[in-house]
């Protein structure tokens, strides 16, 4: 997991449930656009913002500063996958303290655009100067995660090549021809199953429709979270009911943190066929 931020002086706190209220910013490793200074000097290392000094003095060496630039940024590499909570940024003093207005915080995996392009956590109208600002997520917000590509699929029954594990085989090919759709015989409340290995945090699931194989068989779907396997794992807790997902299109589902295991999709109640092109399970481990 990665921040992306322009910053002076930043202090991180987060929590998972391995380290809660822990600063890990203390243990992780920060990088940084550019250096405003030479690199044998103390001021304007990346470093410096997660050093645990909240001296506002950038000459007193405990802040961090860019070369004026188009973009700035900072980043830390927190070093594995954690669900951050609340951050503590902490603004200069001395100088030039309206810098950071209007600076972003992106939190996400992905080193794409160094970072930039991870989604938008919040945005700083303004800190005062010397002055520090805590932000929280009361739900967390995730390390984005796909934990479906090492979790175990089956489904109810098979059709042809539509195997249960080409949903998680981290190809979003909507062509069913193509080998890496799922697909089960004609039946009632056809089912596919996703087994977790053990309880994570599931924050999103993002499902991938056909593009040619009949895509409105998904509309009334439901993805069903839960621990149980009761009736195939169909009697846990509904996360969604899929309306429709337009023909090759993928659409994301809030599951709002549920912490549980098994993630089902079932079209309940009517004889059909389920077909799915990719299923992505955006979540964090519980230990």
Not at 247 to 256: K, L, Q, R, V
Request: a negative charge; hydrophobic letters at 35%.
């Amino acid at each position: 997991m990665y921040f992306l931020l322009w910053i002076l002086a930043m202090p991180i706190f987060s929590d998972s449930t391995k380290d809660e209220g822990r600063n890990l910013a203390l243990y992780g490793k920060a990088t940084q656009s550019d250096l405003v200074k030479n690199p044998w000097a103390a001021e304007g290392h990346a470093s410096n913002a997660i050093d645990g000094n909240r001296d506002t003095d950038f000459y007193h060496g405990s802040c961090t500063a860019t070369e004026e630039e188009e973009n700035p940024w900072w980043r830390l590499d927190l070093l594995d996958v954690y669900v951050v909570t609340s951050m503590t940024i902490t603004n200069r003093k001395d100088c030039c303290s309206e810098r950071l207005d209007g600076a972003e915080i992106h939190i996400g995996k992905s080193l794409h655009n160094n970072g930039n392009n991870n989604p938008l956590a919040a945005r700083i109208s303004s800190i005062p100067a010397g002055r520090s600002l805590t932000l929280k997520w009361k739900k967390g917000i995730p390390g984005r995660v796909n934990v479906a590509l090492k979790s175990r699929a089956t489904q109810s029954s098979l059709y042809g090549n539509g195997f249960a594990f080409n949903a998680v085989d981290g190809n979003k090919d909507g062509v069913y021809g193509h080998g890496s759709c799922t697909h089960t015989q004609q039946e009632i409340n056809p089912w596919w199953r996703l087994d977790l290995l053990k309880k994570h945090k599931v924050f999103t699931v993002v499902i991938t429709n056909t593009l040619d194989s009949i895509p409105e068989r998904l509309n009334g779907a439901e993805i069903r979270i839960g621990s149980s396997l009761d009736n195939n794992g169909n009697n846990n807790p509904r996360c969604a009911v899929i309306s429709s997902i337009a023909a090759g299109f993928s659409s994301t589902f809030d599951c709002e943190g549920i912490e549980e295991r098994y993630v089902n999709v079932v079209i309940p109640g009517r004889k059909e066929y389920l077909t799915l092109c990719e299923v992505e399970v955006y979540a964090s481990p519980l230990d």
